[in-house]
């Protein structure tokens, strides 16, 4: 058996226990597009820390996860939500919000170019945003 199944068990128990803390952190709702009453995922914000934290993830619905997970399947019109997550008080969210509008503005949406533009995130918010990809 690889190390390499192990340690994704381990990830994987270690994420689920964070259900709890994500649920009260985004009051249900998910933390990208703002929707509820929607099953909502965990999401390990990329560069992956050795050890997983809560502050590592993010708490998505299936529709904006599939599209982090694969940014061929972006619908642009999917993240005018990022005109709040953006400012999200999680640096998780920022960071994957910024990912997905930098996205999105490459695209050619002008809506998209123009909230990149007036953007600000913190130092290190931003460093940890250009750091995968
Ligand atoms: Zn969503």
Known sequence: MSTGFKGKFYRQNMLARYAKDLVRRSR???ELCGKSGVKLEVHEVPPLDEEPSVEGCVFI?????R???DPRKIVPSHWR???NSLYSEV???QV???RMLRHVAGMGEHW???LMEYAYLDPE???WANAAE
């Open 96 to 98: 994957i919000a910024f």
């Open 81 to 83: 939500c990022l005109n």
């Open 67 to 69: 599209q982090v997970d």
């Open 125 to 127: 918010v931003e460093e």
């Open 112 to 114: 998209a170019e123009e």
């Open 61 to 65: 619905c299936e529709g904006c996860h």
């Open 91 to 93: 640096p998780a969210v």
């Open 28 to 30: 249900s709702h998910c």
